[in-house]
């Protein structure tokens, strides 16, 4: 199945639990310079500058932490009842989530698998920006941040560890269309890393695999700045609020992306800001780049040339 | 048929004709930057410094100025030749090229459609940069241009001028799957542009109206910069080699783009720089923008939020 | 005298008249993000993110428009009497400004020469940024303008334009201490630009040269900002309330920096923000650089490579 | 004694020894794109692609490492005497340069003050670059860089360490007129750290404190790119190269200016590259600002907000 197949069309949102939602309102909205779009039975709902849809992110008031659901947005509303008939054939347990179960979005339906937590819908509302925020460029949604906040742009990518990565890999190519972009070899030629797309992105998901018997976590849900002078300035707004980022500003080789990570205390919820040109790739013949240990170093984090952050998940909570 | 349905993947490459082969490579390589892949046959094939194909401009040297095709790259092998068919089904009169006769190409399919000359590919070879100039980022081609020149990244989109563009807009989306994605109407209501994409990108290409019966013309070829600093020094190159552009750094409304307009004067065929954020539109359920006369001004050109430049075509060669 | 003799340590503020006190604060505070550090006795003092003094820019509520006073402040405060004495030894007509008549600044004296209105000045306070609004980076003064609004950084030159520029420019080079680091010249060989700086900056103050018999006129205040990519931004806030600037963002040749220029429409002043790497002059033997009309065209605004905007000044009022 | 009554009007440059003096230019050059404006009697002399003087950094092909002198340049011919008047009334052991020893550079002294080697000079040669590497904006000397080269516009500063900065500094402020912009405080309150300057730069010249009986040692040489994008590129071109620098980008607190410090293998000089806003420093009553340990970490290296690299510095050479 090529990407053009496949039945998702993007990553939708992700949904945290948090043990404080004032806090990670504060974290959220105050100084990541999220908008909050509606907070509404104990759930904040968030979205990027450029986000058209309701919400990129929504944290849920629980007093856990941990990743409640990972939301792909399919291309058609029948690709969602498609793939829950697919799901059911395959004996996953699919829970149906009804509409405006969660705000702003229609029909939906869950699954774990490989110990991910996943959702897949369609229907979902596109609020305006409010009057006095709205830019009059119409091809974008806010018109700017407040002041001292970074300004996210739009959903990026979502990061998942887990000790299945080869057999969720498969499925994520196979069964859901992904394309695989990258990837990461050990030096005994070992795959432990994967960026995979369904858009030109050069990742819209990827996974790293953990030691064999290790639970399966979230690392990080990525937003994208428009350039490096935006992303060093989040270095200098979380610098100005006293925030320590789990990374400073740095250059990924693999996706050729600059980064910098900083985590909400109250969620654990670990953000990258994603900038830079990176690369699109609009191939359709697509030949995944491998990089090797040697090449690029081992987890070693922060390097400019290097593999990225170390790989500290978070747990997805027991309920 | 949506965009996941088109049988194109991309816009692939431009051809045009050139009075004096020397200076449209000097113009091409030594002051664009773009690489120069072959040069056989009296013919020039340059590339970006992140385009994975052998060519994105082909420059051929006939005495004429003028662009000879404009090539979209299809998703599969078999939508050539599934293209083709329908386009004798249609009445169509179809072009076969034999692989290799344009170099670095597999087999093509050429057709024109509304005066306008199409090609349609998919083999293509992906030529390695030469050695030295390859980056030890394997997600990109080049490592970097030589001094004094900009540095194309890749090839982004191409816009035409026609008078029938409303029965050309509906072949493109009807047909060939392209999303709508922004139109400028005139204050009586007309639509005059038109931006289309298979891909996220907010156009791979694009339609503006002329008066009827008016010759269909060819406008410009886009190429990708990373950054505004890019732009600017794009500016500056161009001055220190005292060439003077069509139209200096500015902003669009329309794709919310920056743009820097210049002109080979061997073959008359204009190229924009296109950097900026821009913005991708992933959605699948889009309502096309509506632009209006009144709100960014008319054919009036390098406003920062208007239309761009002027439209002053390139009239294709009569053969 | 060289520029290291000169009494004169930099150029301190400019006042201007406004027809309008809450329509100037508007501008130049909610659109152009200057910060107001006071206001009282219908006079509103603002100030760039990054100026140490009390104020660099006064607006007087006195019904007219037109520049007031363009203050120098001297490097002790001696040179402030001995200016005085030099000036009344001349036959110059000296106003003494008591401390505190103008807010925030100690004793001052006020001079017309070559019809312009001079203040010369030492003794100023300098606040520090309100809680909440000061930066964390101890050489900074503010941690950042509030959302859509342009961020000056400093106060960077004043230009003004008058028929006797070749005799004011002598009393800036032989009385003043002001170097000479670039100047323009028709292309008969009469010089009719010319930049002076006593601070390593390109200039901090400059005279474009009228015909005979025309009226003294102030050309623009100019404020600095970080980088191309605020000037572009600052573009944008513009365009987001829907103000034309008078020029779009461009590069100058002489003094090697981007612009943009906008004006107040209840004062008429004019702003110039200046951002890009410009350069710094270090050097203690510096020929004047000479740019010919024919080099860089004549009055004509808005090149890349060019002179700058057409000169319409501001009348001084009546007073 | 003011800046402005220093004798000094500025850094001029460095002379280092090298073990390789072709290594040297391979990395002066060929990395980090110094411009070779001579090489003689085994003296290679290099400059940035703004500096106006014939070198900014001289290197000896000696077979050794370790800086050979530190050079100011004077603001006036007679300065250089009256320098080398005062050393010697104060028993100092003053040499004297005939002019041309140093090529390009005319009369000059050197003494050795708290272990450093300085050189005092007026006279120096200002070639223009060649024909065809010459810009056409007459206030900059190159036009660019050539490709994949970092491209340092200008010197900027030097950095030293010894054990009796204390006294160091008070020669800078008061034999000197240095003016003391910053200074890094312990937690029990003694001084580790001064930053200087005779111009509106943040720092023309450092102290960093060693334990005492130490010997003096140079730390490094910085030189001046344009901007935040500038200095990425920078680390891509190293990265390109395989270098490693002594630090990926990051951010000072103090002179609130981005750096990248990279080492010559072949003479141990190491370079800091200095970009973004810093701040330009006009203040003829300036206080100088205190920073104290605990607010941005001690000997901490690499922090966005930090005080920079750790301090191993390079041994002079034994002459």
């Given amino acids: 199945m090529s990407r053009w197949e496949s039945p998702i069309a993007k990553l939708g949102h992700v949904a945290t639990h948090t043990t404080d939602l004032d806090e990670s309102i504060w974290f959220f909205r105050d100084v990541l310079g999220l908008k909050l779009t509606e907070r509404e039975d104990g759930v904040a709902y968030f979205r990027g500058l450029r986000d058209w849809e309701h919400h990129t992110l929504a944290v849920i008031d629980s007093g856990q932490t941990g990743v409640d659901h990972i939301a792909f947005r399919t291309k058609t509303p029948e690709a969602v009842d498609d793939l829950a008939e697919s799901f059911e054939a395959n004996g996953d347990d699919v829970t149906y989530v009804e509409a405006g179960e969660e705000t702003g979005q229609g029909e939906a339906i869950r699954v774990e698998k490989f110990g991910h937590p996943f959702e897949f819908y369609y229907d979902v509302e596109k609020p305006p920006a409010p009057e ?122 693999i996706t050729s992306a600059d980064y910098l990570y900083v985590t909400d205390p109250a969620s654990g919820l670990c953000i990258e800001f994603f900038a830079g040109p990176g690369y699109l790739n609009f191939e359709p013949d697509w030949d995944p780049i491998e990089w090797h240990e040697s090449e690029i170093g081992g987890e070693t984090s922060h390097q400019f040339i290097g593999e990225g952050p170390g790989w500290d998940g978070l747990a997805y909570p027991d309920e």
Avoid: C
Wanted: no cysteine.
């Fill in 132 to 253: 006095g925020e709205r830019s009059r460029l119409k091809n974008r949604v806010y018109s700017e941040a407040s002041g001292n906040r970074i300004a996210p742009r739009r959903i990026d990518h979502a990061h998942v560890q887990d000790s299945v990565s080869p057999a969720h890999a498969d499925w994520l190519q196979d069964d859901l269309g992904f394309q695989l972009n990258e990837k990461y070899l050990t030096d005994d030629d070992e795959t432990w890393g994967w960026w995979f797309s369904v858009t030109p992105l050069p990742h819209d998901f990827a996974i790293h695999r953990l030691e064999a018997g290790a639970e399966p976590m979230f690392d990080h849900l990525s937003y994208h700045l428009d350039s490096l002078n935006d992303l060093w300035e989040a270095g200098k707004v979380l610098a100005e609020h006293g925030i320590e980022p789990d990374a400073w500003p740095g250059k990924h080789a």
